[in-house]
């Protein structure tokens, strides 16, 4: 991985799937919002884009979505879910 490249994030596990329109997601270098997607929907952005893979209308597993990071700066990326205010996933994974 390098700066300005994109990275693919794959959705591998989903607890239970819900509408697209329950989430939303930002992406940050440091603490700037680069880009963010609200509500999640197939989109592109200069930093950000998703793709509902399957076209189900879900957040479900294999949904991609892909970053353009800066190894210059701290890249977050978090998945929230509207409806309880709750960041539910995210890249990097909290250790």
Known sequence: VSSGNPLRLVVTSVTLERPLSDYRVVFYWDNDTKAEINPVQNQTTPFLSFRDVNG????????????????????????????????????????
Do not use: K, M, Q, T
């Open 56 to 95: 189900d209308g879900l957040l479900s597993e294999e949904d991609e979505f892909d970053l353009v990071i800066s190894l210059e700066h701290r890249n977050r990326f978090l998945i929230i879910y509207i409806p309880a205010g709750r960041v539910v996933g995210g890249w990097p994974l909290a250790s």
